[in-house]
Nanobody
Framework: QVQLVESGGGSVQPGGSLRLSCAAS????????MGWFRQVPGKNREGVAA????????GYVDSVKGRFTISRDKAKNTLYLQMRRLKPEDTAVYFC???????????????????WGQGTQVTISS
């Protein structure tokens, strides 16, 4: 089992920045790729960014390209999401996820992930 704990959420004004962190513990050697997802009430969970095991390959949903950066520090078992130029439509609960499949570099599909954190609220409002 892998446990994931997110932190860094909060409330900022449009145009501001936040950095989310996700600390992983447990059987972390089984994790291949990791990702960030977000969800608003009444909508499906959306893949925002994902990163490969070695941190070289990344993927982003179009709406955040150029604004968000995903990274991971394997030595610290920590995943990050640097969010810049935030918009009101970025408001959501953000979830960290980890996947075990060795067939994928990364994925933005929620059903490709095996472990999930509890989520952290991000609110963008003036």
């Amino acid at each position: 089992q892998v446990q994931l704990v997110e932190s860094g959420g909060g409330s900022v004004q449009p145009g501001g920045s936040l950095r989310l962190s996700c600390a992983a513990s447990g059987y972390t050697s089984s994790v291949q790729y990791m990702g960030w997802f977000r969800q608003v009430p009444g909508k499906n969970r959306e893949g925002v960014a994902a990163i490969s095991d070695n941190g070289v390959r990344t993927g982003y949903v179009d709406s955040v390209k150029g604004r968000f950066t995903i990274s991971r520090d394997k030595a610290k078992n920590t995943l990050y999401l640097q969010m810049r130029r935030l918009k009101p439509e970025d408001t959501a609960v953000y979830f960290c996820a980890a996947g075990r499949s060795s067939a994928l570099w990364w994925s933005l599909k929620a059903n490709m992930y095996d472990y999930w954190g509890q989520g952290t609220q991000v609110t963008i409002s003036s």
